[in-house]
């Protein structure tokens, strides 16, 4: 199961609970959907219900639902189920600080993301970062590059958003058109 899939059927299960963390809610979801950093309390809540997913057994969504009223309620009170992933991502927060990595605008909507010697940015950070430069609604594309063993790595992505088609408050992405990406590079 997904994260905003979880939150969504609590919420349609139990309005009354889940109506007064709304706003934490939404920010757990885009979280898990989108790889947004919307709030540390919405992402140590994507984390957390993606800790409880359980693929071998039915049981995982249920537990999930179960737990939710108590994560909203008093999340620090279950940071083992978020505290390992979440502070992977404020490693990744602190190496765009110092310049271990960073997050910068390119030509046409693309972010540049160099990634820290540790490894790849998460998401979340990714989005922190592009907000923080006022760029969260300008970019569509995410080009990461990474050096390792001498040589350059590059992905190239549509950011967190872009695999949606509807958004209500988000600029859509549309595809690349991979011809034209090839050709402008010199295939």
Same mark, same amino acid.
């Given at each position: 199961?997904?994260?905003?899939?979880?939150?969504?059927?609590?919420?349609?299960?139990?309005?009354? !609970? @889940? *109506? %007064?963390?709304?706003?934490?809610?939404? =920010? $757990?979801? /885009?979280?898990?959907?989108?790889?947004? +950093?919307?709030?540390?309390?919405?992402?140590?809540?994507?984390?957390?219900?993606?800790?409880?997913?359980?693929?071998?057994?039915?049981?995982?969504?249920?537990?999930?639902? !179960? @737990? *939710? %009223?108590?994560?909203?309620?008093?999340? =620090? $009170?279950? /940071?083992?189920?978020?505290?390992?992933? +979440?502070?992977?991502?404020?490693?990744?927060?602190?190496?765009?600080?110092?310049?271990?990595?960073?997050?910068?605008?390119?030509?046409?909507?693309?972010?540049?993301?160099?990634?820290?010697?540790?490894?790849?940015?998460?998401?979340?950070?990714?989005?922190?970062?592009?907000?923080?430069?006022?760029?969260?609604?300008?970019?569509?594309?995410?080009?990461?590059?990474?050096?390792?063993?001498?040589?350059?790595?590059?992905?190239?992505?549509?950011?967190?958003?872009?695999?949606?088609?509807?958004?209500?408050?988000?600029?859509?992405?549309?595809?690349?058109?991979?011809?034209?990406?090839?050709?402008?590079?010199?295939?």
């Amino acid at each position: 199961f997904d994260v905003d899939g979880v939150l969504s059927a609590w919420a349609c299960c139990d309005p009354d !609970a @889940a *109506l %007064p963390h709304a706003e934490l809610l939404a =920010d $757990a979801a /885009a979280a898990g959907d989108f790889g947004e +950093w919307p709030s540390d309390d919405g992402v140590k809540l994507c984390l957390a219900v993606e800790a409880l997913e359980d693929d071998t057994a039915d049981e995982g969504y249920s537990a999930a639902l !179960a @737990a *939710l %009223p108590g994560l909203v309620d008093n999340l =620090d $009170a279950r /940071a083992d189920l978020w505290e390992e992933s +979440w502070a992977q991502i404020c490693d990744g927060w602190e190496a765009v600080g110092d310049g271990g990595a960073s997050v910068d605008d390119g030509a046409g909507r693309i972010a540049l993301v160099y990634e820290p010697a540790f490894g790849r940015l998460p998401a979340p950070v990714v989005h922190r970062a592009l907000r923080d430069l006022g760029l969260e609604d300008y970019c569509a594309r995410v080009l990461r590059a990474a050096f390792h063993c001498g040589q350059w790595r590059y992905e190239y992505e549509k950011i967190g958003h872009g695999w949606v088609s509807r958004l209500a408050k988000r600029r859509p992405a549309a595809n690349a058109d991979g011809k034209a990406v090839a050709a402008a590079l010199g295939d």
